[in-house]
């Protein structure tokens, strides 16, 4: 893409890409601490709830308390980027009305994430939604949206599903078939009931850390439980057009030198019931401990060679090995040995800002995340989204969850339980009531009233 020259040349122009940021938490104080070092870029806005914790964290990140400044109106946020300084400020509604080109979303709340992003199109932005859970709620609508007035939205890289996203097109591109894509980590089925006085210590994490403020219980919970990683395969699916296995993830136990024999549909021999999905590998067995020789990587594709001449030459590089191939040799993987999250972020905005392309957007509605209960429900419940006590996600087909009626996982929390729900049953529509007056809840329906003859 030769991104790097080209903002060599905005920079040489005076034309750098204006970048404004929602969320100075984890990902988005990641990106920050690189963003000063990349030429051609203009930091110039951040906006967090709390300025004194967004000041803080653009502290840390490396940005001098001089640069800085909180304001409060969007004349402010202008005014300040014409002095050389980065506005810090508690409404993101006024970050984008401000002089920007980019804005990164990374919030985490599903319902937020889609205001903000529908506000984005309004006020002319591109957006980086870094946000994959409001993404997988509505994020053909959000792109939809965008399109119309020909600005883009995007998935952001770093994170893995547009690293996936990435390989993929990479596969596609070079002329493969793609198998299957994903990827891999600890899968314990016990901690799908985990809770966030719980989820953390998964990570090592001490009581003394914790109470910092530092750590979000939430976002653990939700790795732990695999809430987070079935939303970043259900946003894979969409963005890559691969439909779901009938039972979604399986999160098959393979050990790293099996991968590319296992890696293909059952009918060759593989664990996939069909070419063409997504699929997490597990690097433990069920009961937590490592596999032998688990898988080496954080994300990967699998792929096949279209026409015998091309698997004469697999059979060349893999003799060399420049490659490992399957015992056909038409199979074979490309793994992704790094996940950096906000520090790999610059090649989101770099894509967006100067060539108006994303790095990962949806193209189709085929997987949704669907809610799961971890205890059972009574009415008077109020549930807690992702990462919470009373739920986990899972991926599903989005065929299965408008017929099902499935409650998005994306709109469960604050949703009040008006039936009894037992443990490990998939919540719907019929069993809560919601505020439909949310604008999340509004483009949501407007998916799936676009998909729902579709899935007649």
Known sequence: MDFYNLLLKRQAAGKPVRVGVIGAGMYGSEYLTQAKFVPGIKLVAVAGRHTDKALK???????????????QSVSAINDAAKKGQVAIIDDAKKLMQADLNVVLEATGIPETGVELAWLAAENGKNMIMVNVEADVLAGMALKQAFDKKNLVYSLGYGDQPALICDLVDWARTSGFEVIACGNFGPFNPSKRYSTQDTGWKSYGITEEQMATGAYNKKMYNSFTDKTKSECEMAAVANACNLVPQKEGLTYPMIEHDQLVEMLKPKSEGGVLEHAGTVEFIATTKRDGTRLQSSARGEVYVAYKVQSEYAREIMVDFGGRHRMVNDSTNRYSLNIRPIHMLG???????????????????PRNFVADLA????????????LDGEGGDLAFGKMVRASDSLKGRYLPMGLSSGAKVIKGVAKDTIVTYDDVTLDQNKLSYKLRKQVENQFGSQYK
């Open 343 to 361: 520090l790999e972020l610059g090649i989101s905005v770099a894509a967006v800002g100067l060539l108006g392309i994303p790095t990962g957007a």
């Open 57 to 71: 964290n653009c502290v840390k990140a490396g940005w001098p308390k001089d640069q800085l400044t909180t304001v």
């Open 371 to 382: 809610t799961i209960t971890k205890r059972n429900l009574v009415p008077g419940d109020i």
